[in-house]
């Protein structure tokens, strides 16, 4: 089975910090991606990568950045936490030409 | 504009009720079609999907989806809803040309009364 591992379940930050959230998958997949979910809007993507050190933006990637050094592991960065960032965090990945997408688990962030 | 939209935020249905849950897209050409679910503090798992070939397409645990070209739409089924079902249902496409780029509805939150 495909596993995604997200590095916190829950994660409570304060205003300005820098935030890092891990997402590591087991599988060797290309394609890795950074959502937010927030209620009555489902899941906007924040940024994708298709390969190491590639680097995608996706829908709303302002106050996002990620890094992608290995190709398990997908960093989203939060350079200074606000709280309109607080929200659930999912980590998802595919095969190269596979539309399907395995999640993690998320991380429920929330910035006070 | 490009949209997927889910009309109904909860349905509340009985256990032992057959389910409907409505999926619309706005694409010019037939874009690649899923349905998600997520359980209470869990990830999304995929329950079926849609590329190309016979629009009834068979999922994980008892559900269906037909896509309807004319209508534009990707509706859920499920003939007999069990207490286990009680989770928020997604629909997602990926727009022909779209590179892998999911593109997701708003979802809907699915109770079951026993």
């Known amino acids: 089975d495909v596993k995604v591992t997200q590095s916190s379940r829950y994660l409570v930050k304060r205003t300005g910090e820098k935030v890092f959230l891990e997402c590591v998958q087991d599988m060797d997949h290309e394609n890795m991606f950074w959502y937010r979910q927030d209620p009555g809007l489902g899941l906007r993507l924040i940024y994708f990568s298709y390969d190491v050190k590639m680097k995608e933006k996706g829908d709303i990637p302002e106050g996002y950045s990620v890094s992608r050094e290995k190709k398990e592991r997908f960093s989203l960065i939060l350079e200074s936490a606000s709280t309109n960032q607080t929200s659930m965090y999912l980590c998802a990945s595919s095969f190269g030409p596979s539309y399907e997408q395995y999640f993690g688990p998320g991380t429920r962030l929330t910035v006070t | ?114």
């Open chain 2, 1 to 114: 504009a490009q949209s997927v939209t889910q009309p109904d935020i909860h349905i509340t249905v009985s256990e032992g009720a057959s389910l409907e849950l409505r999926c619309n897209y706005s694409y010019g050409a037939t874009p690649y079609l899923f349905w998600y679910v997520q359980s209470p503090g869990q990830g999304l798992q995929l329950l079926l999907k849609y590329f190309s070939g016979d629009t009834l397409v068979q999922g994980i645990k008892g559900f269906e989806a037909e896509f309807k070209r004319s209508q534009s739409s990707f509706n859920l089924r499920k003939p007999s809803v069990h207490w286990s079902d009680a989770a928020e249902y997604f629909c997602a496409v990926v727009p022909s040309g779209g590179y892998n780029k999911l593109i997701f509805g708003a979802g809907t939150r699915l109770a079951v009364h026993p």
